[in-house]
């Protein structure tokens, strides 16, 4: 069955320093998600894609966060300067469809990166 | 916004049991719930989704529910293995295109 892949499975980055994650969604998906969990606490919503752009953000995405889909197969999580408290397990989702005329369509994720800023 | 709860926490069973878990969601208008199966350090594994005009879904063993007016969904496992063991999450889409997850109820069957 495919699956969404994601690397790396754990990062280690000194705080100040950018970092990226890397997904590949599953190919015949056209919404890309990210979301993120900090131990012991919910999965929380970060940012949606679709059709090259961003559809939706939370309150978290803020301007040290962005995301790319570089190519045709990757989806790209970019935190400019990182802080300690952006160490959290992140995930990334896809979906057929996202409109709310396809309510029925379930998101994938993907098995995460553990980020760790020290 | 969205504020999704999950209880219990944590439920522990010996083998076989039938075992219901319970998330409940503030906000009724939502489009669909989805239940979600995490393993210790790995990703979510969707298991049901049911829309908001369904009642409930079933797949094998999981059957889920949906009650949009008392804003509540369970989860019913039925003859428990300890392969079921793992965290079970909830997850409610409202009108943005995202999830809100409850916290989770870990589960724990013991043979």
């Known amino acids: 069955e495919p699956e969404v892949t994601q690397t790396p499975s754990h990062q280690v980055t000194q705080m100040g320093q950018e970092v990226i994650l890397r997904c590949v969604p599953i190919?015949?998906?056209?919404?890309f998600y990210w979301y993120r969990q900090i131990l012991g606490q919910k999965v929380e919503f970060l940012v949606s894609?679709?059709?090259?752009?961003?559809?939706?953000k939370s309150e978290i995405f803020d301007d040290q966060f962005s995301v790319e889909r570089p190519d045709g197969s990757n989806f790209t999580l970019k935190i400019r300067s990182t802080k300690l408290e952006d160490s959290a397990m992140y995930f990334c989702?896809?979906?057929?469809?996202?409109?709310?005329?396809?309510?029925?369509?379930?998101?994938?994720f993907g098995d995460g990166t553990r980020l760790s800023i020290l | 916004k969205q504020e999704v709860t999950q209880i219990p926490a944590a439920l522990s069973v010996p083998e076989g049991e039938n075992l219901v878990l319970n998330c409940s969601f503030t906000?009724?208008?939502?489009?669909?719930l989805q239940w979600f199966r995490q393993d210790p350090g790995k990703g979510l594994t969707s298991l049901l989704l049911?829309?908001?005009?369904?009642r409930e879904q079933t797949s094998g063993r999981l059957n889920a529910s949906l009650d949009k007016s008392s804003g509540r969904s369970t989860l019913y496992i039925a003859a428990s293995q300890p392969g079921d063991s793992a965290t079970y999450l909830c997850?409610?889409?409202?009108?943005?295109?995202?999830?809100?997850f409850g916290t989770g109820t870990r589960l724990t069957v013991i043979p």
């Open positions: 989702a896809s979906s057929v469809h996202g409109n709310l005329v396809y309510s029925n369509q379930p998101q994938h």
């Open positions: 894609f679709y059709n090259n752009e961003i559809s939706e």
């Open positions: 997850a409610s889409r409202t009108g943005a295109n995202n999830l809100f």
């Open positions: 190919s015949n998906h056209l919404y």
């Open positions: 049911i829309q908001s005009s369904q």
């Open positions: 906000d009724s208008a939502i489009y669909n």
